[in-house]
T-cell receptor
């Protein structure tokens, strides 16, 4: 069974600084996708960034980037130039490539607080 | 374009009562999902649907039933609510099953079972 572990229950950062959220996963499969979802206080989950495991190049989306280390099964999220609106729960998620549908396995989340 | 909507937003039930949660999407997505979110845990998949008229069990299906009679709607039913079903329920939809697509989530339904 696949598992996703987020070892940081809470993180805090000041506005304009950089913060990195950790995520590790466990699978014996070789082909999969990884995601970071954001859940702001409004509760609605929003996709932040995603990574295909067969691509070595790390994904970036504006201020968000990932550090994907396949051998170490690590998928950390870096938020640069943090903004107050980044305050949210962040969930790392994983899905195998060939299950027939996108069966997301989520981590327990990291609560990020961005302060002025 | 409302995206994914959920009805109701909040509900209190007594043990043994039944209720139906409604999820609607206006993006013409084939796939729809129901998750539950409990404190200290990530979202867990209850049931999912790969198209109109189809449903399948996810990770935690016991105590729930679903129906997808119309492509845009996905209903989650609790026949006899239990306190263990107190949770926040999220519906999501996606366009297909490449595995890499975005799931679009609704705002959630908070359910309290007394």
């Amino acid at each position: 069974a696949q598992t996703v572990t987020q070892s940081q229950p809470e993180m805090s950062v000041q506005e304009a600084e950089t913060v990195t959220l950790s995520c590790t996963y466990d699978t014996s499969e070789n082909n999969y996708y990884l995601f970071w979802y954001k859940q702001p206080p409004s509760r609605q989950m929003i996709l932040v960034i995603r990574q295909e495991a067969y691509k070595q190049q790390n994904a970036t989306e504006n201020r968000f980037s990932v550090n994907f280390q396949k051998a170490a099964k690590s998928f950390s999220l870096k938020i640069s130039d943090s903004q107050l609106g980044d305050t949210a729960m962040y969930f790392c998620a994983f899905t195998l490539l060939n299950t027939g549908f996108q069966k997301l396995v989520f981590g327990t989340g990291t609560r990020l607080l961005v302060s002025p | 374009n409302a995206g994914v909507t959920q009805t109701p937003k909040f509900r209190v039930l007594k043990t043994g009562q039944s209720m139906t949660l409604l999820c609607a999407q206006d993006m013409n997505h084939e796939y729809m999902y129901w998750y539950r979110q409990d404190p200290g845990m990530g979202l867990r998949l209850i049931h999912y649907s790969v198209g109109e008229g189809t449903t399948a069990k996810g990770e935690v299906p016991d105590g729930y039933n679903v129906s997808r009679l119309k492509k845009q709607n996905f209903l989650l039913g609790l026949e006899s609510a239990a306190p263990s079903q107190t949770s926040v329920y999220f519906c999501a939809s996606s366009i297909g099953t490449s595995g890499f697509e975005t799931q679009y989530f609704g705002p959630g339904t908070r359910l309290l079972v007394l």
